[in-house]
């Protein structure tokens, strides 16, 4: 009868991690975008016309810093844009 708990527990175990996992696999597989313009300080998801990585953002909102949104949603985010900011002519 123990042998029969510790297989039902760990098949419930079992089950438990699998539906998290599929869970996070199908909410990272959804289509995204790039949103410029609304990243805080230090939050950016990659390098800018201005730093060169990630978290480098040096002030909210920066023109040219962006994070990664589900399709659709920047949109609707005061000042965000989906392209980004158009580069200042030298000279």
Do not use: H, W
Not at 20 to 41: D, H, L
Not at 45 to 73: I, M, W
């Amino acid at each position: 009868m123990q042998n029969n708990i510790k297989l039902a527990i760990g098949a419930a175990v079992a089950g438990v991690i699998t539906l998290a996992t599929v869970s996070a696999v199908a909410a990272n597989s959804a289509p995204e975008e790039k949103c410029y313009g609304v990243a805080a300080a230090g939050k950016n998801d990659c390098q800018t016309a201005t730093n060169s990585c990630a978290g480098t953002a040096e002030k909210d909102r920066q023109p040219d810093a962006f994070v990664n949104l589900p399709k659709g949603l920047c949109s609707k985010i005061a000042g965000g844009s989906l392209t980004p900011p158009a580069a200042k002519k030298k000279g």
